[in-house]
């Protein structure tokens, strides 16, 4: 969109208003590393249109850095800012999610130490919600003409797929790592990539263990956490020794790694949860 365009919305100045030096854009990850590049690619384009106002991304799952980890970029970065505005990205929207993140966003200000006055934390309406949205996609209909059909954007053998989609993997055992909204307040997007990396440096784990990142796994105030399976065995409160711990003994809940083993199937319930994000 060409924000020279008298049909385009109002100018950079007008959309940050004096106070407003800080925004964050909010998305939800996704496998592999289009969907964070995507994002990368808006907020440099937003930093264009907004200097010298501070622009961060944020992620609500399956990505770093977390929503407090972007605030405290943005703290950093606009110590005196006025507000801090994050912007949701994502649809379709979920309430309960961005009542959550609010909550997650007043928690992050109640543990900040300043002696000053911290900025305003605003959430502005989720992507879906956007009237300019409607007008955005209609006005796409007027591109139909200059954009390619599939046949030209396929590989020549569209009709084939990979082979190995269609063989079961040699693994023994699975690991699955949470990466829903709070584990990945908590830090687990860092935590997964510690996990494949200590994986991948284990001389027997690497052939047998598939890792495995997953939405929520629900006891929230027991992440970061990860289960393993067919043992059934879940770890819980995880930071980078403790995985270690876990992966140097097998994945089995012997020596350091037990202190981190909150439920085992059929042994029992989990411990009960602590207070969390």
Known sequence: MNCSDPASPAAPDALLPAPLQAVIVLGRGGYGGAVPAELARLCERLRELLAPGHVALAWVDRASPSLPEALDECLSAVPQAGHILVQPVFAPTDTALLRWLEKLAQRWRHRQAQPVELPRVVFAPALAELPQLAELLARQLGQVPALPDVSQTQPEHWQHDPRAWSEV???????????????????????????????????????????????????????????????????G?????????????????????????????????????????
């Open 169 to 235: 993997p040699q693994f023994q055992q699975h690991l699955l790592f949470c990466m829903g909204p709070r584990c990945t307040a908590l830090g687990a997007a860092g935590l997964w990539s510690h996990l494949r990396a200590r994986l991948r440096a284990h001389p027997q784990l690497k052939r047998t263990v598939m890792p495995l990142h997953t939405s929520c796994q629900y006891p929230c105030n027991l992440g970061p956490l990860m289960i393993s399976y067919p043992e059934g065995l879940w770890w």
């Open 237 to 277: 409160r995880l930071d980078a020794a403790a995985i270690d711990a876990v992966v140097d003994a097998g994945l089995a809940p012997e020596g350091a790694a037990r202190t981190h083993l909150v439920h085992r199937h059929g042994a029992g319930g989990p411990q009960q949860p602590q207070a969390g994000v």
